[in-house]
């Protein structure tokens, strides 16, 4: 059977949570309602984390990477991802396993009906200080966007490929998925999910890069929207 869902993971800096993140994910893809791959993405990571993925995807074949010679952002990783993708459905999920990959199953149930379903960390197992500088961050992105999401950045989320290869590649575009399916007229819903408090390796989030740089960040989304074009070919003759 040909895969129908792949689960995207972008990869800097996390050979700590590699081994669980591994057994989650080969837990789930015996579970998954869709027949699914992993596509894991190292961004640059400089602690062992591209090699001991690249060993992982040989011995599994149902796990594939894409491997940076540096960092580039997880912007980068996710078009990367986008761009390689064949399946007609992909996910995002973050390698710090504060999301799950079954809770993929909540939001599958939505996809056929929506561009876009994103997760809802309603119940967040963050710190203050990461929790107020992401509710900061997200509420500027509303302003700028006016995607009334509660939770833009929740690294849980399943696309369309079609939809998700029309994405510009721009930096910081990860925060800006729900505004760039909106640009192509589909409809997003966003779904309530557990969250987890992370138990290996350290975030790369602080209050600089979660609300100075996405601030930054929406200045270039509101370009490309006053650029953004968006085509549907009425035939194809091969």
Request: charged share 25%.
């Amino acid at each position: 059977m040909e895969f129908q869902f792949t689960i995207i993971v972008p990869v800097y800096n996390e050979i700590e949570s590699l081994p669980r993140l591994f057994e989650y994910l080969q837990a789930y893809l015996k579970s998954a309602s869709l027949k699914s791959c992993v596509l894991l993405v190292d961004d640059g990571s400089g602690d062992g984390s591209a090699s001991a993925i690249e060993k992982f995807c040989i011995d599994h074949e149902d796990f594939n990477c894409l491997l940076f010679d540096k960092n580039y952002g997880k912007g980068a990783a996710l078009k990367a991802a986008f761009d390689y993708t064949k399946t007609p459905l992909l996910g995002y999920l973050d390698a710090d396993l504060q999301t799950h990959p079954e809770d993929f199953e909540l939001l599958l149930p939505f996809i056929n009906d929506f561009g876009l379903v994103t997760g809802w960390r309603k119940n967040r197992k963050d710190t203050l200080v990461k929790r107020i500088s992401s509710k900061t961050g997200n509420a500027v992105r509303i302003f700028f966007t006016h995607d009334n999401i509660h939770d833009t950045g929740c690294p849980l989320k399943i696309m369309h490929t079609e939809y998700a290869k029309k994405i510009p590649m721009f930096k910081g575009l990860q925060r800006f998925l729900p505004a760039m399916i909106l640009l192509q007229q589909k409809e997003i819903k966003e779904v309530v999910i557990n969250h987890y408090p992370r138990i290996e390796g350290k975030s790369k989030y602080n209050f600089k890069n979660r609300f100075l740089g996405p601030l930054i960040d929406c200045f270039a989304y509101v370009w490309i929207k006053k650029s953004y074009i968006d085509y549907s070919i009425k035939a194809k003759h091969e």
